[in-house]
């Protein structure tokens, strides 16, 4: 599977591709040349699914589908073509086609794009590989709850006690 590691402040390490049955205990990017250690305990159910972050541990995953690159051009292509038609240049026909022509490109794009796994805690995002069914998409009540316990984890400062004689 192919991960693109990013450390728990979400800064983006590199990408990594790691063969999930020998479970290397480190890998380094291929594209920044960092190392980046491993933990795979427990990371996957019976399965054989990922279940848990292999870079910071955590068990929250989500799921997104992220589109080709393509999206954008697609949809100023449509958007041309609706303002050409209103303005009238050219006949009924040739915008029906033009239409159809960026419906047929928006399914081709559905087609291609992909469902990939992200942490909730670092983004590491997770790619080439089976996605459990028990994970959901993205939801703010799971991500305020990580972001709860993140910053419970780093903790307010100590409070200082106040010394008893400064009252005297
Ligand atoms: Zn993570």
Redesign the pocket.
Known sequence: MRVVVRQENRRRLGEIEVDADKKPARATTVDSNQEVFLDWERSFDDGGQLRR?I????EDLFKHKTFPQITPIVIVLAFALSLIGVLGYVTDIAILIGMTGVLLLDIAILFFARTRLY?Y????QYRDLDIAEYHKRWDRATDSRVRGRKSRRNGPPPRRHQNRDSFA
């Open positions: 972050c870079i910071c541990g955590s942490c805690r670092c983004r590491s």
